[in-house]
């Protein structure tokens, strides 16, 4: 199995928080994208966060946000994240 750069550099634990987030921003970055016609105080009225936190969002700034504040964020404009849970593979004994 190929591991990512977050699983070589961090806790399996923060490792997941920050691929978790990861997907979670792209999917926002993209609705951003769509919507490049709205300024940036548009656009974060429709998300219902400050344009400082558009202009994080649009460049990439994951520290700043929670995955509860992109869930969030995610919602109102409109995408549906999705959560799946899935057993870890069990290590040999």
């Known amino acids: ?19 978790n987030r990861t997907v979670l921003l792209e999917g926002i970055q993209a609705w951003l994208k769509a919507h490049a016609h709205l300024s940036q105080e548009e656009a974060a009225a429709q998300l219902g966060v400050t344009q400082a936190h558009v202009s994080e969002l649009k460049n990439g700034k994951i520290s700043r946000f929670s ?16 959560v799946l849970i899935q057993a870890q593979a069990q290590l040999p004994a």
């Open 67 to 82: 995955i509860d504040k992109l869930m969030a964020i995610a919602s109102r404009a409109g995408l549906r994240p999705k």
């Open 1 to 19: 199995m190929t591991r990512t750069a977050f699983e070589h550099l961090f806790s399996p634990e923060e490792a997941e928080d920050l691929e």
